[in-house]
């Protein structure tokens, strides 16, 4: 009961944190809170809920730029993925909406096995994995998160701002014309 009270904790906290910079921004863009509420919320639900854990798009550029041992997934459909990710990132296409079944939660164009995802994620349970998509209010990285969760990954991240917020960091990112 500690522990699960402490993970509630902990993602709300989190994602209070991401959200803050998005808080902050309402103004500019005519946000109203209530939308970020939402998103704030939807996104401390789908972290308990899937089990991983959140981390930041500067981070994932530390980890990155300090070469850090780990694998990257895009859960975009390839032909988003194409139109920009970041280096060193594996596609494997994802719906935003969760269902728990494999088969409606892979991307339509995709009709990948759970032995291809278990390719693309390593043998080594233990090993850090970041996945994103394209904005925090996109499910496809929750998708493919629980998703390597269920299949025994222990090390798993999300990355909710995604290929969106890394561009917007001003941080380089590849397309494929």
């Known amino acids: 009961m500690k522990k699960s009270l402490k993970n509630i904790s902990l993602a709300l906290i989190v994602s209070t944190l991401l959200l803050s910079s998005a808080i ?6 005519k946000l109203k809170e209530t939308d970020i509420q939402k998103l704030a919320i939807n996104l401390a639900n789908q972290t308990i809920q899937g089990g991983y854990k959140l981390i930041t798009i500067e981070h994932l ?3 990155i730029d300090n070469k850090e041992d780990f694998v990257l997934v895009d859960a975009h459909p390839r032909r988003e993925f194409v139109d920009g990710y970041i ?15 494999w ?3 892979l991307d339509i164009d995709g009709g990948a096995t759970q032995e291809q995802y278990r390719k693309v994620l390593g043998n080594d349970l233990n090993k850090k994995i970041v996945i994103y998509c394209g904005m925090t209010k996109c ?8 998703w390597a969760k269920f299949m025994g990954y222990t090390n798993v991240y999300r990355a909710p701002g995604g290929v969106t917020a890394w561009k917007d960091a001003g941080y380089p990112y590849k397309t494929i014309k």
Do not use: I, L, V, Y
């Open 139 to 146: 499910g496809r990285s929750h998708n493919a998160s629980w």
């Open 61 to 63: 550029k530390e980890m």
């Open 87 to 101: 280096n060193g990132a594996t596609n494997f296409g994802f719906q935003s909406k969760h269902t728990g079944e």
């Open 24 to 29: 902050s921004m309402a103004d500019e863009q």
């Open 103 to 105: 088969s409606k939660d």
